[in-house]
């Protein structure tokens, strides 16, 4: 996958449609969407975009939703993370959740 976007916000907003990130916030961002289904996109993403990633998760899970941690945040919503694969998975669409539902539901 080429990612010529400047930030994580430009890919999701460049990538998907309003009602396409309506469905990521109601469904959930690994439920099969392009740019955000295989690992190897996934990777790419969070190699070129990994410390706003992180820090839109930790900003949700500690500053908006109350957990000590991500990982904490994490556990509860039974997100699995036991490789390094999966927890990159994970943040990503978290991330891209946390954006989704800041895009439509902020009017």
Known sequence: MIIRATSFDRWLSANFTRSELADITNHGADT????????????AL??????????????????????????????????????????????????AEVLAYAKTNND
């Open 32 to 43: 099969g969407y392009a740019g955000l289904t295989y690992s190897s996109d996934l990777k």
């Open 46 to 95: 969070w190699n070129k975009f990994d410390e706003e990633i992180y820090d839109l998760v930790y900003e949700y899970a500690v500053g908006s939703a109350g957990y000590d941690s991500v990982p904490a945040f994490l556990a509860a919503q039974n997100r699995c993370t036991d490789s390094a694969g999966l927890l990159v998975s994970v943040l990503v669409w978290t991330a």
